[in-house]
């Protein structure tokens, strides 16, 4: 029997997403400081308006809650609290890009807000040459904010003391525990990304000078550059994504972030407290190994036979980096969309799809399956294979490694297949939809798998001309895909049991 | 090159000049294997930055079907006294150059060797008034906001049942 919510339920949801939309609303400041830095008028008055939304949506749906001490949470609660939190963050944040200009529709605004929060990277903005500086820093912030986890920043640093707090954090997909407290451990994962912002800045603020940018334009760029390879977003300030910067270094150093931005959060805390034999040794690291040298080696094989890139060096700028930038579902191009279609051939783009949907490692930025899944599932399928070919009487344990040893019991397996099986619907959807609306079959696989797994590459499908049901299927695999189904589930199922519930 | 810089550089500033026989970027992407290698024309607004590495460098330009970078002498980009940003409309540039699908020169880029290089309209400041309706807008929403965080402020020190 579905249980139906009842008005305290109710009550619970909407005083923690109003604690979230609040915070996601008091970040709009930072728009606002370049806007003013900047001489952006226009800007920061649309992102104030943004603001002022968000404090009166936020709080009002905190007054729902009466009591002075702050409600715990259900489990149910918890995930249904961190999918709404998303939705209406959503559903504010596309106000100050409607409000700009440069997009065509409430619609293509929130695509791109999901698109940012889930750092996959698809764009549909306007003039991307002409955005303000104010408008492009939060593009690129909501990519990293989103890749840390909105709810994470809220319990890392404005949510204090709260009871429940775990359970949200769950509902967000994150179920990494570097500490024993979820609070530090969400505090954690920001002292590491801090770190990891002010280096990787810094050296592609270096990078910048040396292949002839001026310092601010500089320092402006290798801050979003680094937000969206660390996120393994993919946005970029202008149209041609990495391209545009014509330089071996600067896309090495970029690569260097992308691909640790898609390893494990508590892989990064090992290696910082010393563990460094943890990157030999885990599951998911020899996973990618495996995996991104195969799908890398078919992609060189058949562009180096069919010609398209001449010498070595342009199959690894080309090819290895196309490759890289889909395994470890960032999204950054140094060839035009279009190019994927009508260059590369067959076996290069299933190479590219099977990278996108395979996704990085969990508890990371990345999407896609995730190498811990797929790790799981060859040792499940091999140890099952063993089980066959020894004697009935035999006893065999699969273990891992994966920060410790683990067995690998049948409930993690099919947990991990389960999940794995749920992209892969998801992905068949997209592209039906995407075949539906007239596009031919290969480019609407690879659209899919790109926005199922989070990544952002195009084969130029992608625009504001798609028509709304696309867009409509896109924002919800996006967001799906994110939060790894289960959030996004139960709130439909809450209010469905809202409905029908007794 | 100094040769060819010069050469551009006498060609500068061209009252009148259009882009008649100016490819779309679009065009060059859709077929790029049909022009690979061949002279193509171009014609669009400077972007972003003048990226200068030694004597020569990139300028990325832009035109409503796409945008593509362009590799010339450097005293040929100096002439470029605009380039495109959110205050800033950039010098509308008229490029005639070898056309590279996948050039070998700069790691598989699709770009283009300009062989000439013509400003043919300067660009300028833009000025983006405020508009009256959005400073309306944005007050009403942070008084909204006030009076929501005010009431809950209140709400959460009484602690009504």
Same mark, same amino acid.
């Given at each position: 029997?579905?249980?139906?919510?009842?008005?305290?339920?109710?009550?619970?949801?909407?005083?923690?997403?109003?604690?979230?939309?609040?915070?996601?609303?008091?970040?709009?400041?930072?728009?606002?400081?370049?806007?003013?830095?900047?001489?952006?008028?226009?800007?920061?008055?649309?992102?104030?308006?943004?603001?002022?939304?968000?404090?009166?949506?936020?709080?009002?749906?905190?007054?729902?809650?009466?009591?002075?001490?702050?409600?715990?949470?259900?489990?149910?609660?918890?995930?249904?609290?961190?999918?709404?939190?998303?939705?209406?963050?959503?559903?504010?944040?596309?106000?100050?890009?409607?409000?700009?200009?440069?997009?065509?529709?409430?619609?293509?605004?929130?695509?791109?807000?999901?698109?940012?929060? !889930?750092?996959?990277?698809?764009?549909?903005?306007?003039?991307?040459?002409?955005? &303000?500086?104010?408008?492009?820093?939060?593009?690129?912030?909501?990519?990293?904010?989103? $890749?840390?986890?909105?709810?994470?920043?809220?319990?890392?640093?404005?949510?204090?003391? %709260? &009871?429940?707090?775990?359970?949200?954090?769950?509902?967000?997909?994150?179920?990494?525990?570097?500490?024993?407290?979820? =609070?530090?451990?969400?505090?954690?994962?920001?002292?590491?990304?801090?770190?990891?912002?002010?280096?990787? !800045?810094?050296?592609?603020?270096?990078?910048?000078?040396?292949?002839?940018?001026?310092?601010?334009?500089? %320092?402006?760029?290798?801050?979003?550059?680094?937000?969206?390879?660390?996120?393994?977003?993919?946005?970029?300030?202008?149209?041609?994504?990495? %391209?545009?910067?014509?330089?071996?270094?600067?896309?090495?150093?970029?690569?260097?972030?992308?691909?640790?931005?898609?390893?494990?959060?508590?892989?990064?805390?090992?290696?910082?407290?010393?563990?460094?034999?943890?990157?030999?040794?885990?599951?998911?690291?020899?996973?990618?190994?495996?995996?991104?040298?195969?799908?890398?080696?078919?992609?060189?094989?058949?562009?180096?036979?069919?010609?398209?890139?001449?010498?070595?060096?342009?199959?690894?700028?080309?090819?290895?980096?196309?490759?890289?930038?889909?395994?470890?579902?960032?999204?950054?191009?140094?060839?035009?969309?279009?190019?994927?279609?009508?260059?590369?051939?067959?076996?290069?783009?299933?190479?590219?799809?099977?990278?996108?949907?395979?996704? $990085?490692?969990?508890?990371?930025?990345?999407?896609?399956?995730?190498?811990?899944?797929?790790?799981?599932?060859?040792?499940?399928?091999?140890?099952?294979?063993?089980?066959?070919?020894?004697?009935?009487?035999?006893?065999?344990?699969?273990?891992?490694?994966?920060?410790? !040893?683990?067995?690998?019991?049948?409930?993690?397996?099919?947990?991990?297949?389960?999940?794995?099986?749920?992209?892969?619907?998801?992905?068949?959807?997209?592209?039906?939809?995407?075949?539906?609306?007239?596009?031919?079959?290969?480019?609407?696989?690879?659209?899919?798998?790109?926005?199922?797994?989070?990544?952002?590459?195009?084969?130029?499908?992608?625009?504001?001309?798609?028509?709304?049901?696309?867009?409509?299927?896109?924002?919800? =695999?996006?967001?799906?895909?994110?939060?790894?189904?289960?959030?996004?589930?139960?709130?439909?199922?809450?209010?469905?049991?809202?409905?029908?519930?007794? | 090159?100094?040769?060819?810089?010069?050469?551009?550089?006498?060609?500068?500033?061209?009252?009148?000049?259009?882009?008649?026989?100016?490819?779309?970027?679009?065009?060059?992407?859709?077929?790029?294997?049909?022009?690979?290698?061949?002279?193509?024309?171009?014609?669009?607004?400077?972007?972003?930055?003048?990226?200068?590495?030694?004597?020569?460098?990139?300028?990325?330009?832009?035109?409503?079907?796409?945008?593509?970078?362009?590799?010339?002498?450097?005293?040929?980009?100096?002439?470029?006294?605009?380039?495109?940003?959110?205050?800033?409309?950039?010098?509308?540039?008229?490029?005639?150059?070898?056309?590279?699908?996948?050039?070998?020169?700069?790691?598989?880029?699709?770009?283009?060797?300009?062989?000439?290089?013509?400003?043919?309209?300067?660009?300028?400041?833009?000025?983006?008034?405020?508009?009256?309706?959005?400073?309306?807008?944005?007050?009403?929403?942070?008084?909204?906001?006030?009076?929501?965080?005010?009431?809950?402020?209140?709400?959460?020190?009484?602690?009504?049942?």
């Amino acid at each position: 029997m579905i249980r139906k919510p009842t008005l305290r339920d109710f009550r619970v949801i909407a005083f923690y997403t109003g604690k979230v939309v609040v915070w996601f609303g008091l970040l709009m400041l930072i728009p606002i400081g370049v806007g003013l830095l900047q001489r952006e008028w226009k800007p920061v008055l649309d992102f104030a308006t943004g603001l002022g939304l968000c404090l009166a949506v936020g709080y009002g749906l905190q007054l729902q809650w009466t009591d002075r001490s702050a409600p715990d949470l259900s489990w149910t609660q918890g995930m249904v609290a961190a999918a709404l939190s998303w939705l209406v963050a959503l559903l504010l944040g596309a106000v100050p890009y409607m409000l700009s200009g440069y997009w065509l529709s409430y619609l293509d605004a929130a695509f791109d807000v999901m698109s940012g929060f !889930t750092t996959t990277g698809l764009a549909l903005v306007q003039d991307l040459n002409h955005v &303000p500086d104010s408008l492009n820093t939060w593009r690129m912030f909501i990519s990293w904010l989103g $890749g840390q986890g909105m709810v994470v920043l809220a319990l890392s640093f404005f949510v204090q003391g %709260l &009871p429940g707090a775990y359970k949200i954090y769950v509902g967000e997909a994150k179920d990494e525990r570097l500490l024993p407290n979820v =609070i530090h451990t969400a505090r954690a994962i920001w002292v590491v990304s801090i770190v990891y912002l002010a280096v990787g !800045t810094a050296l592609l603020w270096a990078a910048g000078l040396a292949i002839g940018l001026s310092p601010g334009r500089s %320092l402006l760029h290798g801050l979003w550059i680094f937000m969206a390879a660390w996120s393994t977003g993919g946005f970029a300030p202008n149209p041609q994504n990495i %391209l545009y910067y014509h330089s071996f270094p600067y896309e090495i150093v970029g690569a260097v972030f992308l691909i640790i931005g898609s390893f494990n959060f508590n892989l990064h805390w090992s290696v910082w407290m010393g563990n460094r034999s943890e990157i030999r040794r885990n599951l998911e690291t020899v996973t990618f190994a495996v995996s991104s040298t195969l799908l890398a080696a078919l992609v060189a094989w058949e562009l180096g036979r069919s010609g398209v890139y001449a010498d070595a060096v342009s199959l690894f700028r080309k090819g290895y980096y196309q490759l890289i930038s889909a395994h470890t579902t960032t999204g950054f191009m140094t060839i035009y969309a279009r190019q994927f279609v009508l260059e590369w051939g067959p076996l290069a783009l299933a190479a590219m799809i099977v990278a996108m949907v395979l996704g $990085g490692s969990a508890s990371s930025t990345a999407g896609g399956f995730k190498m811990l899944r797929v790790g799981i599932f060859v040792k499940a399928l091999a140890h099952d294979v063993r089980r066959l070919l020894m004697p009935e009487s035999a006893v065999s344990v699969q273990k891992f490694h994966m920060f410790r !040893t683990v067995v690998l019991e049948d409930k993690t397996a099919r947990s991990a297949m389960t999940i794995m099986l749920l992209y892969v619907a998801t992905l068949t959807v997209g592209w039906a939809v995407g075949a539906a609306c007239g596009y031919d079959l290969v480019s609407a696989l690879f659209e899919s798998a790109s926005v199922t797994g989070n990544v952002g590459l195009s084969a130029g499908l992608t625009s504001p001309t798609m028509p709304a049901v696309l867009k409509v299927t896109y924002i919800l =695999i996006m967001w799906l895909g994110r939060l790894e189904f289960l959030s996004v589930f139960v709130l439909f199922g809450y209010v469905y049991a809202g409905v029908k519930g007794r | 090159m100094l040769v060819a810089a010069l050469l551009m550089l006498a060609g500068a500033e061209a009252a009148g000049a259009t882009g008649q026989g100016a490819l779309p970027v679009s065009e060059l992407i859709e077929h790029a294997a049909e022009y690979d290698g061949q002279t193509v024309t171009v014609e669009g607004e400077a972007v972003g930055d003048l990226m200068l590495r030694g004597e020569s460098g990139w300028v990325n330009i832009s035109d409503p079907t796409g945008d593509i970078g362009v590799w010339a002498p450097a005293q040929a980009l100096r002439q470029i006294r605009n380039l495109g940003h959110y205050q800033t409309r950039g010098d509308r540039l008229l490029v005639t150059g070898r056309f590279n699908r996948a050039d070998p020169v700069h790691g598989g880029d699709l770009d283009l060797h300009a062989e000439s290089l013509l400003v043919v309209a300067s660009g300028g400041r833009v000025d983006h008034a405020i508009p009256k309706g959005s400073l309306w807008l944005a007050l009403s929403a942070l008084v909204l906001g006030g009076a929501m965080t005010l009431a809950a402020r209140i709400r959460q020190r009484i602690g009504v049942k």
